[in-house]
């Protein structure tokens, strides 16, 4: 395989249109599954994502001229599931200071140079980012599979991954004695919005 020229990459950025997230109209949630004897009793809680930034350079005819970046602020994560208010914050809490510890690592990133893109129809591509995900103070490769929806001058781009949070040092939440835990495996499911800009 030839390996491509930074003049190159630098070509194909240029012709791209630059969309920027629109972080209003974006869904990010993550579920996590409860384990341990009182799994039965307890729920699989469901994190929502509310403050999310980023940019996709993407030309619909020069499909190889294909960036993205997205940013979340750690703190910007809320329980969304209908509990008491009391084991929301303890919730939140636990994810905030324990798992994410939020003041120690502010921030999230993705990003992705390069993304492979298939044009399916008329407005509907499958794109396949293989990037690097930061979480937690460590770097990953995470690859992630999205579907593209090109309306005039929005872009809509919905997929799912999952990840390990034993990768990324994470603690597992543990209540209970341990009677009540939190699985390694978290599934993430997103919508992102964004608006090209002229």
Not at 2 to 27: C, F, L, M, W
Request: proline share 3%; aromatic share 6%; net charge neutral.
């Amino acid at each position: 395989m030839n390996k491509i020229s930074t003049a190159t990459v630098a070509a194909a950025e240029s012709i791209a249109d630059r969309y920027v997230i629109d972080g209003r109209a974006s869904r990010f949630t993550v579920r996590a599954s409860a384990a341990g004897l009182l799994a039965a009793m307890g729920h699989n809680p469901t994190v929502g994502i509310h403050d999310v930034s980023g940019e996709m350079k993407f030309s619909p005819d020069k499909l190889e001229a294909s960036s993205f970046r997205l940013a979340i602020k750690t703190s910007s994560l809320s329980v969304q599931d209908d509990i008491s208010d009391k084991d929301r914050r303890e919730i939140e809490r636990l994810m905030n200071h324990e798992v994410l510890e939020t003041s120690k690592f502010p921030e999230i990133l993705y990003e992705a140079p390069g993304i492979s893109v298939t044009k399916m129809t008329e407005m509907l591509y499958s794109a396949n980012l293989n990037g690097q995900l930061i979480l937690h103070g460590v770097t990953r490769s995470q690859p992630i599979t999205a579907r593209v929806t090109l309306l005039g001058s929005m872009l809509r781009a919905s997929g799912n991954f999952t990840l390990n949070q034993s990768d990324y040092n994470i603690k597992l939440i543990s209540v209970a004695g341990g009677a009540l835990k939190v699985k390694d495996e978290l599934k993430f499911s997103f919508e992102i919005v964004a608006r090209k800009q002229e």
